[in-house]
């Protein structure tokens, strides 16, 4: 199924927000992660998509994974959640 949850801007330390950050939970194993900025572009498999925004190392992108799930989870815990009924 489709992992993605929703979109957010990102606001990092240096001034710098990041519009369309994508929170993607994929339910059958856990996993979590933030997407960011990207194209899609058409190859003989389908569609697939070319990073706009990268990290010059694994590390980094370890870090930035960790901060950014952090903010999602900080945020998700500080707004109620939709029951999806009406008042």
Known sequence: GDSLQGFFILHLPSGMALHEAAYHHHGSNGRRWISLAARPYES???KQWEQLISFDSEDA?????ILALAAVDKL???????????D
């Open 61 to 65: 992108k370890k870090k930035f994974q």
């Open 44 to 46: 003989k498999g389908g």
């Open 76 to 86: 998700l815990a500080s707004v109620p959640l939709e029951t999806g009924g009406a």
